[in-house]
């Protein structure tokens, strides 16, 4: 019998952890979120079943993202979590896959090991574990031409971080990251709410209420919905009616500072490649690109066109996928260890 090594690219998310195996596409989109036993640390849970569980276990459970950010929190709880995906990948393969894996372009040289040894230790082949910065693989994910000599802009905002970079020639040539991103913005919206309203509410509510009715500019047909929290005067469950104008009046700071991201990138474009970005637009990628106007309000605040990518969620992993494909070629630029 031959042995086969399975080649898989690898988006590890604050959110959402998603698997690409070269030859089938994407295989796993779970919640990057594990439940774990606290008083022996034991995990009890991965992927969705574990984010059903947020907000709602004994303390004798704790529901935890292990990477937080864009980058690994508790490394052993990333490690369990990558071990029981890569493993429901693998099936009965012997040999241990051949990994590519997306990390923030800020990310230091500690937090480059702690991913690559991660991977390792839950089942990556030691030799063949390769780190992509993640506005290239988004930007590969996206199917911009990036072995080309033009311009191409692309903004990856995830659930952690907000990335944008000016991509060619294989590399990137300018790029920022700001530490905002989709869980900033249920933040902001969890604050609002407790300031305007003094409810409190969790987190999964926020990132519901985000999803629902959540807008960068203003609608014209006004969206309203129930939301149900903790009185923090009377300390019982109260509901409440909000819109989509007041959680876009919420999100403006954190979206902000996308737009400063984006703007220092565009700052130090060299005058060639900023000639084409004007002509090709900005791509938006990474599931928070998702919501609504967030391409209008860009395009308002930065002047330039922006569009959303075709399944802007699954971009890194597909862009980590492609550059299985051109290993040597993105080594020279990209690939770090």
């Known amino acids: 019998m031959s042995l086969f090594r399975q080649e898989i690219g690898i988006d590890l998310g604050t959110v959402n952890i998603l698997i690409y195996v070269r030859g089938r596409g994407i295989v796993v989109h779970e919640p990057s979120v594990i439940a774990i036993l606290s ?36 490394f052993r709880f990333t490690q369990n979590m990558l071990r029981y995906f890569i493993n429901r990948v693998k099936g009965l393969k012997l040999l241990p896959p051949k990994a590519v894996i997306g990390v923030p372009f800020g990310v230091t040289s500690v937090e480059r090991r702690a991913v690559r040894e991660a991977a390792i230790e839950a089942g990556a082949d030691a030799n063949q574990v390769f780190l992509l910065r993640e506005p290239m693989a988004a930007a590969l994910g996206a199917g911009l031409p990036v072995d080309t000599a033009t311009g191409n802009l692309i903004l990856d905002i995830g659930g952690g971080t907000a990335e944008a970079a000016v991509v060619s020639m294989n590399g990137i040539v300018v790029a ?87 703007r220092s990138v565009l700052e130090r474009t060299p005058p060639e490649l900023a000639s084409d970005i004007i002509d090709r637009g900005m791509a938006m990628t990474g599931g928070t690109s998702l919501l609504r106007k967030l391409d209008e309000y860009l395009t308002q605040q930065v002047g330039i066109p922006a569009y959303v990518a075709d399944a802007p969620m699954a971009c890194v992993a597909l862009g980590c996928g492609r550059a299985l494909e051109n290993i040597e070629v993105l080594r020279r630029t990209e690939f770090s260890v």
């Open 176 to 262: 920022n990251s700001v530490r905002t991103g989709g869980v900033r913005l249920d933040e902001a919206i969890q604050a609002f709410v407790r300031r305007k309203y003094n409810l409190a509410i969790g987190e999964p509510t926020a990132e519901d209420i985000k999803i629902k009715i959540g807008s960068a500019l203003r609608l014209e047909n006004e969206l309203v919905m129930p939301v149900q929290g903790r009185d923090q005067v009377t300390g019982y469950p109260r509901t409440i009616e909000i819109s989509s104008n007041e959680i876009t009046e919420s999100l403006q700071e954190p979206l902000l500072s996308m737009v400063a991201c984006i």
């Open 39 to 74: 008083k022996d640390e034991r995990p009890l849970d991965v992927g969705e079943s574990a984010r059903q569980m947020f907000g709602r276990t004994p303390n004798e459970i704790e529901v935890v993202r292990p990477v937080r950010e864009g980058v690994i929190a508790d």
